[in-house]
């Protein structure tokens, strides 16, 4: 089995149109956001991914398209600080150490994912087409 065949698809990939940001102050605002597109997204679906992806080896692949700009305010996000935040909010919970923040709950905690697929794509300032496309994949078994 070569490796494009050993994970499966739970669900088709999802595209989010928002303004993808990291952590600062307001990082439990943009984890909800977030939270809030993706759940609309999966729509009455949820459960059923959150049932095909609990106890199992998982794969993230990540494509975050960024508008990359010297205008002020417009910073140039890490990919692993963007990357942090999603998996926050894929989680059950969001936050650790405060009061719990419910998350999407497809995932228990990171120790579910065995690989990630990850990129930033830079967008010129015309771009109005800033976003995510996410896909999770279950391993049919470990090479």
Known sequence: MNKSENHVPVYRE???????????????????????????????????IQDRCENKRLLINAVFSLIESEQQGRSKPDLDN?????????????????????????IHDDSQIYEIRCKKIPLNEDSVNEGLKLQISTFNKLE
């Not at 595209?15 to 609309?40: A, G, M, V, W």
């Not at 942090?84 to 497809?106: A, C, F, H, R, Y």
């Open 14 to 48: 999802i595209k989010l149109e928002f303004r993808p940001l990291t952590s600062n102050r307001k990082k439990i605002e943009r984890k909800i956001l977030l939270r809030d597109l993706i759940l609309k997204e999966l729509g009455q679906d949820i459960k059923n």
């Open 82 to 106: 963007l990357l942090k935040i999603l998996l926050d909010v894929l989680s059950i919970n969001m936050v650790n150490g405060q009061s719990p923040i419910e998350g999407v709950g497809i």
